[in-house]
């Protein structure tokens, strides 16, 4: 079975400043899936950034971007110029490309918090 | 366009009580699933289908039941309350398989 980990149940960056989330993950696999979910206190989940496995550049849209170490199993997520509108829980999720269904694999979440 | 739709928003349950939570798509999805988000143990997937007629099991299925008759709505049934249901309850839907899945806004269940 497929495990994602976050190792940081909270992070704290200033406003401006640059944000590194880290998650790690175990699969056998060789075709999946990863994403970047962002939980505001709204409660809505929104997807942030995905990265398929067979591309081996990285993933990026606009001031997020990913770190993809598909040998390490590593996927980690860059926030650039951290804004307030930045804080939320954020998730990594994983997705399987070889079996059918709807399994989405999440990590523990990291609270970030932007500091003015 | 109302994407994932689900009702209600909060509900109280006493133990032992029955309930329906409520999903329903209107973008033709075919792959719909329910999770439950738990403190420190992000989302755990409870029950998914990949059509109409079509359900199965996801992690944490137990005492949970669903059915899928139409392609719209995927409905979540506790069948006797238990306060370790007490949870956030999340309804998702995709398009494909290769494709990101879309969350409703979830419902907050407390059992008492």
């Known amino acids: 079975a497929q495990t994602v980990t976050q190792s940081q149940p909270e992070m704290s960056v200033q406003e401006a400043e640059t944000v590194t989330l880290s998650c790690t993950y175990d699969?056998?696999?060789?075709?999946?899936?990863l994403f970047w979910y962002k939980q505001p206190p709204s409660r809505q989940m929104i997807l942030v950034i995905r990265?398929?496995?067979?591309?081996?550049q990285n993933a990026t849209e606009n001031r997020f971007s990913v770190n993809f170490q598909k040998a390490a199993k590593s996927f980690s997520l860059k926030i650039s110029d951290s804004q307030l509108g930045d804080a939320a829980m954020y998730f990594c999720?994983?997705?399987?490309?070889?079996?059918?269904?709807?399994?989405?694999?999440f990590g523990e979440g990291t609270q970030l918090t932007v500091n003015p | 366009n109302a994407g994932v739709t689900q009702t209600p928003k909060f509900q109280v349950l006493k133990t032992g009580q029955s309930m329906t939570l409520q999903c329903a798509q209107d973008m033709n999805h075919e792959y719909m699933s329910w999770y439950r988000q738990d403190p420190g143990m992000g989302l755990r997937l409870i029950h998914y289908?990949?059509?109409?007629?079509?359900?199965d099991q996801g992690e944490v299925p137990n005492g949970y039941n669903v059915s899928r008759s139409t392609t719209e709505d995927f409905p979540l049934r506790l069948l006797s309350a238990a306060p370790s249901q007490t949870s956030v309850y999340f309804c998702?839907?995709?398009?494909?398989?290769?494709?990101?899945?879309?969350f409703g806004q979830g419902t907050r269940l407390t059992v008492v």
């Open positions: 699969t056998s696999e060789s075709d999946y899936y």
């Open positions: 990265q398929e496995a067979y591309k081996q």
């Open positions: 999720a994983y997705r399987s490309g070889e079996t059918s269904g709807s399994r989405l694999t």
């Open positions: 289908s990949v059509g109409a007629g079509i359900t």
């Open positions: 998702a839907s995709r398009v494909g398989f290769d494709t990101e899945a879309f």
